[in-house]
């Protein structure tokens, strides 16, 4: 219909018994449309449910060990944070220190070395170690 002033427009659809939406307010001049205005939110409600459907969202996966962790139970939460990091999940991994355990940060930051290291086929730091009250956290995402 081209450039029409509103009165026309809303007469027109008034004419067909339907509706004056407008669907692009931000144009210059906004774009309106003679249609039913019920099916149009139904059409939207749609495709925002379709899109929805698409996305993917990525979890956060956490695993937690303290310092003095033991060789075996260091390799069976590594291959459970590779697992992890397969799914494609980002990864949180955090040592945990209690009592004393909070002088010896060495030791924390030692461990989280050896987990970078075993990880490194894997996954890259997303967050460089940190420490956060009792805790050291190092944050991972999947290559």
């Avoid at 219909?1 to 144009?27: F, R, S, T």
């Avoid at 449910?49 to 139970?73: L, T």
């Avoid at 945990?96 to 030692?110: A, K």
Wanted: hydrophobic letters at 40%; glycine letters at 6%.
């Amino acid at each position: 219909m081209g450039i029409v002033p509103v009165k026309e427009a809303l007469d027109a659809a008034e004419e067909e018994g339907l509706d004056l939406v407008e669907v692009a307010p931000l144009a210059n001049p906004p774009v309106c449309k003679i249609l039913d205005f019920g099916k149009y939110r139904y059409d939207q409600q749609k495709r925002l449910k379709e899109s929805k459907k698409k996305q993917h969202v990525i979890a956060n996966k956490e695993v937690r060990m303290r310092p003095s962790i033991g060789d075996h139970d260091l390799e069976t939460k590594i291959n459970q944070a590779i697992k992890f990091l397969q799914d494609g999940s980002r990864l949180k991994i955090s040592v945990r220190f209690r009592g004393r355990e909070m002088t010896r940060m060495d030791l924390g930051t030692s461990l989280l070395d050896r987990v970078v290291e075993m990880l490194s086929d894997y996954a890259e730091i997303d967050k460089s170690p940190i420490v956060e009250g009792r805790s050291m956290i190092i944050y991972f995402v999947p290559k």
